[in-house]
């Protein structure tokens, strides 16, 4: 008898419980698309697993309809890379925030990175904490009020972009919440990347952090203020009337005005290449920020690299070809043993 394909829909993907957030919070948006998404990458709905810690964007193992952990603060990488290695099929995405992700996770975080996993990473930043009502995060800007900051933050931020390249990552991308096709696109292409896919999602915080990145969300000003990438395409930006390009000289990325019809190329505007070797071109792109460049979204980087979970099922493969099964008891009993009495 032939077997019957489901064809699955966002709908399937939606849990029955009721979404938690704040009215108007950007992570309504970020659900509702990776929902859309997780139809069309040909994956049973058993075989993914959502991982999160703590913090709003956390809760977002709920309301998928599938596996899923909520672990503790900061180590969702930890528990991810431990599912991810017992059972490499898995198709593991960790959830986490701007603190969760980057304060106590940080160290976790770094490690799943530098490894190469084959798993998504979905780093929402708001750059502030939600949760725990208000206080600075991480990335929050130098001079932030807060309720943990009343005369302004003092800490110098963590760029996301930075860290990830730093930190390894063969994939990394950034987006924005209310950018739906843009959003959508990040996320396909992040799976279907064979190792680490690292992804930061500008998202707001109506509460705590209203209209932080209101200039890369409003149609009207993001064509000016966001540099949108596109491999082998110059980095051009703003209305076909006030066109301006980037131009990179000694890793220095610069602003470039560009006269009605003028060759961008000619003008020395660098032309976008996601897989360089070396991540320094991409580290020139991450340095970019407003208000004196346009803040760039899409994939800043994505190279190929054997992930972790595959050298290590070599590896196991290895030593049972060379040294057989093996036995637990015995390993055991190989050397000095004491036996403990009651």
């Known amino acids: ?107 976790h975080l770094l490690h799943t990175i530098r490894r190469n996993l084959d798993l998504q990473i979905l780093l929402f930043n708001n750059r502030v904490y939600g949760l725990t009502k208000g206080q600075y995060s991480p990335t929050s800007r130098v001079g932030m009020t807060t309720k943990s900051t009343p005369d302004g933050s003092i800490d110098y931020p963590v760029d996301p972009i930075a860290f990830a390249l730093g930190s390894g990552a063969t994939f990394v991308a950034r987006t924005v919440d209310v950018d739906a096709p843009h959003l959508q696109q990040i996320l396909r292409r992040a799976y279907a990347h064979k190792g680490t896919s690292f992804i930061e999602i500008l998202q707001n915080c109506p509460v705590y952090n209203d209209n932080e990145f209101i200039e890369v969300e409003d149609r009207k ?10 491999d082998g395409e110059p980095l051009v930006f703003g209305p076909e009337s006030d066109r301006k390009g980037i131009r990179i000289e000694d890793g220095v990325p610069s602003v470039v005005q560009l006269s009605n019809g003028q060759d961008p190329i000619e003008a020395g505007v660098a032309i976008h290449n ?44 290895h030593a ?18 004491w036996i403990v009495e009651a």
């Open 221 to 230: 000003q993001r064509v000016n203020a966001s540099l949108k990438l596109q």
């Open 1 to 107: 008898m032939a077997e019957t394909t489901v064809t699955l829909t966002h709908k399937d993907f939606a849990s029955d419980q009721d979404i938690r957030w704040c009215p108007g919070c950007g992570d309504y948006s970020i659900l509702t698309n990776v929902q859309r998404v997780m139809p069309d990458l040909g994956v049973p709905r058993e075989n993914f697993v959502f991982v999160s810690g703590i913090g709003c964007s956390s809760r977002f193992p709920y309301y998928m309809n599938t596996y899923g952990f909520h672990t503790i603060h900061g180590r969702a990488p930890a528990f991810a890379t431990g599912i991810k290695c017992a059972n490499p099929d898995l198709s593991v995405w960790i959830v986490t925030g701007d603190g969760d992700g980057l304060s106590i996770g940080g160290n």
């Open 274 to 317: 996601e897989r360089h070797d070396t991540p320094a071109y991409a580290f020139a792109l991450a340095s970019l920020t407003r208000p004196n460049f346009p803040v760039p979204v899409g994939v800043f980087r994505a190279v190929d690299k054997p992930s972790y979970e595959t050298m290590l099922a070599a590896q196991v493969t």
């Open 320 to 337: 049972i070809a060379h040294k057989g099964e093996g036995d637990l008891q015995a390993l055991l009993e190989s050397s000095e043993t």
